[in-house]
């Protein structure tokens, strides 16, 4: 069974500073898709950032991007130059056919 | 924002009370879900829907049952609600068929609460 994990029940940061947020997965799909979403205080989902298993190249949005390591089955976000605003929880997940499968999130604080 | 709406927003009931979700979408996608989202779990699927009428379960599905007449409503029915399901209930819509583009974006939100 796809399982999604995010061992990092909550961070913390510096504004203006750089984190890292960790996600693995198990899957036995050679081709798949991975998503972090956002969930800021409003209770809103927010897509930050998407990745193809396909691509060697790492995705990036902005000041988010991450770190895919496929052999490892790892994909982390690291978010740089923080701001108050990335304050929320974030979620990894993986899809697998019309499905989402997610992890428990990880609650980011960012201190001025 | 995808065009999603969810009713109501927050709803308290009865336990053994039948309660109904909605969701209702603008943009005519083909593909709905139903989550709940729960402290120490994620978000977890309950039910989803490929077309009108055509629906299928989730790994959470036992109480719940949905309804699909139209592309653009999606419904969800708690047909005797427990405290087991209070939580915070999240509609998705699929957009994009393959590929990168085959996202899901998801509505507000609503807080159910079974006393």
């Known amino acids: 069974a796809q399982t999604v994990t995010q061992s990092q029940p909550e961070m913390s940061v510096q504004e203006a500073e750089t984190v890292t947020l960790s996600c693995t997965y198990d899957?036995?799909?050679?081709?798949?898709?991975l998503f972090w979403y956002k969930q800021p205080p409003s209770r809103q989902m927010i897509l930050v950032i998407r990745?193809?298993?396909?691509?060697?190249q790492n995705a990036t949005e902005n000041r988010f991007s991450v770190n895919f390591q496929k052999a490892a089955k790892s994909f982390s976000l690291k978010i740089s130059d923080s701001q108050l605003g990335d304050a929320a929880m974030y979620f990894c997940?993986?899809?697998?056919?019309?499905?989402?499968?997610f992890g428990t999130g990880t609650r980011l604080q960012v201190f001025p | 924002d995808a065009g999603i709406t969810q009713s109501p927003r927050h709803k308290v009931t009865e336990t053994g009370t039948p309660v109904t979700l909605r969701c209702h979408q603008t943009?005519?996608?083909?593909?709905m879900y139903w989550y709940r989202q729960d402290p120490g779990h994620g978000l977890r699927l309950i039910h989803y829907s490929y077309g009108v009428k055509d629906t299928d379960k989730g790994e959470v599905s036992d109480g719940y049952s949905v309804s699909r007449s139209k592309t653009e409503d999606f419904l969800l029915t708690l047909e005797s609600a427990t405290s087991s399901q209070t939580s915070v209930y999240f509609c998705a819509i699929r957009v994009g068929t393959s590929g990168v583009t085959d996202t899901q974006y998801f509505g507000p939100g609503t807080r159910l609460t079974v006393l």
């Open positions: 943009e005519n996608h083909r593909y």
């Open positions: 990745q193809e298993a396909y691509k060697q």
């Open positions: 997940a993986y899809r697998i056919p019309d499905k989402l499968i």
């Open positions: 899957t036995s799909e050679s081709d798949y898709y």
